[in-house]
């Protein structure tokens, strides 16, 4: 079946500093790909997505590729801000089959001035 | 568009009292999905709804929850009776067709606390 991996957290980091946080999936075929954000005591947003091989999602500074030969899809920020603190999640859906939305277990991440 | 919209956003029950939580999608999305999230789990997918129409109950716990779709507007998700390990945030998502090129949007959740 499909699996998300996520890095393990928390994550704490210092105002402007480079951020990655890593992505590994397992799916048949070819999974669109998802990150989601949680700021405290909401629901989740979407933060960026692609649909295919070598696609770029962007959103907010975040950026993130779709990796197949590595099945990854690593999520990177040059410079992050305090309001970036939040959990982080990334997600795969497949194209075909089942309509589940699967979920890696969250990183959060707090940055400190 | 107002998004999804849940309620109640708190809920707090005593143990066996029977819990109803209630979700209205965004128009025009055929999809509708009830997620629960716990420390311990995470996000779980309890059930998930095409058209209406049930479509995978897998993720329910057991017999004591139910979820039914009466029209494209509204979801419900009740638990009869109410356990202390039913405690978590329940979200509702909806999304439209086709699979893949949309992500989900997600409800700001109820979080509920059965003592």
């Known amino acids: 079946g499909n699996s998300v991996t996520q890095m393990e957290g928390p994550v704490t980091l210092s105002e402007e500093a480079f951020l990655t946080i890593n992505c590994t999936y397992t799916a048949t075929g070819y999974p669109s790909l998802f990150w989601y954000v949680q700021y405290p005591g909401e629901g989740l947003q979407l933060l960026l997505k692609a649909t295919k091989a070598d696609d770029k999602g962007s959103n907010k500074g975040f950026e993130a590729t779709y990796r197949k030969e590595t099945t990854s899809f690593h999520l990177e920020k040059g410079s992050v801000q305090v309001s970036d603190s939040a959990v982080y999640f990334c997600?795969?859906?497949?194209?075909?089959?089942?309509?589940?939305?699967?979920f890696g277990t969250g990183t959060r991440l707090t940055i400190i001035p | 568009d107002a998004g999804v919209i849940q309620s109640p956003r708190h809920e707090v029950t005593e143990m066996g009292q029977e819990v109803t939580l209630r979700c209205k999608p965004i128009?025009?999305?055929?999809?509708l999905f009830w997620y629960r999230q716990t420390m311990m789990r995470g996000l779980e997918l309890l059930i998930y709804f095409n058209n209406n129409v049930p479509i995978d109950d897998s993720g329910m716990p057991e017999d004591r929850f139910s979820a039914k779709m009466p029209n494209a507007s509204f979801s419900t998700l009740k638990i009869q009776p109410s356990e202390p390990r039913d405690s978590a945030v329940y979200f509702c998502?909806?999304?439209?067709?086709?699979?893949?090129?949309?992500?989900?949007?997600f409800g700001s959740g109820t979080r509920l606390t059965v003592v």
């Open positions: 997600a795969l859906t497949s194209n075909f089959g089942n309509e589940k939305l699967t």
């Open positions: 998502a909806s999304r439209p067709a086709p699979r893949g090129v949309y992500g989900y949007t």
């Open positions: 128009s025009g999305h055929d999809y």
